[in-house]
């Protein structure tokens, strides 16, 4: 994922939004805003109107019908008219229900787990002291390990870069003194069982509460999949790095939670994920497939006494998305973490953070060819200033 207004170098290993989804997002809110309100308010308005006319043109006859108007026997009355305003009012009335049931929904989604529920007991649920965090040296990965360190767990964290995995086990320790911190290397382009069996058998060395499969994946830059820099070793990585890890680490951590009827597996997908995104190919149907794999893993372990979610960020304030200002809608990593734990419980899917899951709500009620067409056209910006910067540095 990638942060607004930059890009990732090739083959760069992160968990940060991308900027075509959120350039997308900002350009349309006030679209969507509007939309919104002339659908609800065209609705109300029809089916106030058809009603009306309808009994415009019914009232004249139930005058002339009155005995106490007409001095001659009246015709035989005709239901005609009345079956007609009674399906009119009830085609209203249900249009209007199911726009309140939907527009509640979306209330629920957005205000429900940030602002009704209450955050559950992480500790009583993951049933175990150790957190594992891949993806944990940066960003909105770093952020999880040192919130949870703040609420008590032990910190495991997963990485490629040795330097960098020590660097963070240091600063955690140092605002942190009271727990522990273990390291693992590994490099998630590595599609090897045998090498994933490794990192496991350490990873089960402790018993694991909470697993944050964080890691993620994006090309340089977006394209159509025959032009994607990097051709098909790209292609391969971004597949891998944001597939495997959720999937084999699953597999291999569960056995554990469901032997003490407790544990918590929080997947990091991306708002990239929510749509068909041209020019994200692989990876917008990669971070699909995390949210598909939640679920039914959500479905799987139903009755152990695990909670699996899916979150599914937008724009985040840190080094890999260019350190954007902080803003409404751009909260830094820390602040995301914090909230993204405490939706643990009480969403299964979500986006994290209050103000992700507006626009996200938002940018579903738009039609699909505004979507496309508005992707489509920041992903070719995108992709010119990049390669613009790129032959301006040779």
Known sequence: MLGHGSQLPPGKQTNQNESVYLRFCYRTQKVTDIYVCLLVSLSASSASLFSLLTLTRFLPQVVVLSPSCCSSPPKQFDFTLIKMVCCVTGAGVIALLFIAYKFFNILLRILGPYVFCKPIDLKKQAGANWAVVTGATDGIGKSYCFELAKRGFNIYLVSRTQSKLEQTKKEILQKHSNIEVKIAVFDFKNPSPADYQKLLAKLNEVEVGILINNVGMFFEYPDIIHKIAGGIDSLADVTTVNTLPPTLLSAGIVPQMVSRHAGIVVNISSGAGSIPMPQMSVYSAAKKYITWLTAILRKEYDHQGIIFQTIAPHKVST?????????????????????????????????????????????????????????????????????????KSQ
């Open 319 to 391: 080094n890999m998305s260019g350190n954007p200002d902080t803003s409404f809608f751009c909260p830094d990593s820390d602040s995301f973490a914090k909230s993204a734990l405490n939706t643990i419980g009480n969403s299964s899917e979500t986006t994290g953070y209050i103000t992700h899951q507006l626009e996200l709500e938002l940018m579903t009620l738009l039609p699909e060819f505004l979507l496309n067409d508005f992707i489509s056209k920041t992903g070719d910006s995108i992709r010119k200033t990049v390669l613009a910067r790129k032959e």
